[in-house]
């Protein structure tokens, strides 16, 4: 069975960190990029960040670059997101997707393979 399992988020304060974890299983993960996306109340899902594992490439939304770092750990078939200098705005569910060698369709969410249930996101100000 194909999973993308998200955990890691929570309540933080503004100005504070968390590191969510996206870990697959059922699936070739050696394979596929991870992107990450989010979804705030009431907004579209937008792309944050995603890893091209096949060439090593990272490609980060605006809005995150400089606070956020993704990064994989092969070996536990996990991609991590750090998360730092959270705003209010970062308020939202977050949720990891599986794309094909590539973050080919990043920052659209179309065209993704598989993807998580998300975690909670809240940063209070």
């Known amino acids: 069975e194909v999973q993308l399992v998200e955990s890691g988020g929570g309540l933080v304060q503004a100005g504070g960190s968390l590191r969510l974890s996206c870990a697959a299983s059922g699936f070739a993960f050696d394979d596929y990029a991870i992107a990450w996306f989010r979804q705030a109340s009431g907004k579209e899902r937008e792309g944050v960040s995603c890893?091209?594992?096949?060439?090593?490439?990272?490609y980060y939304a605006d809005s995150v670059k400089g606070r956020f770092t993704i990064s994989s750990d092969n070996a536990k078939n996990t991609v991590y997101l750090q998360m730092n200098s959270l705003k209010p705005e970062d308020t939202a569910v977050y949720y990891c997707?599986?794309?094909?060698?590539?973050?080919?369709?990043?920052?659209?969410?179309?065209?993704?393979?598989?993807w998580g249930k998300g975690t909670l996101v809240t940063v209070s100000s």
């Open positions: 890893i091209s594992r096949s060439d090593g490439s990272t």
């Open positions: 997707a599986a794309d094909l060698y590539y973050c080919s369709y990043y920052p659209n969410q179309g065209g993704m393979d598989y």
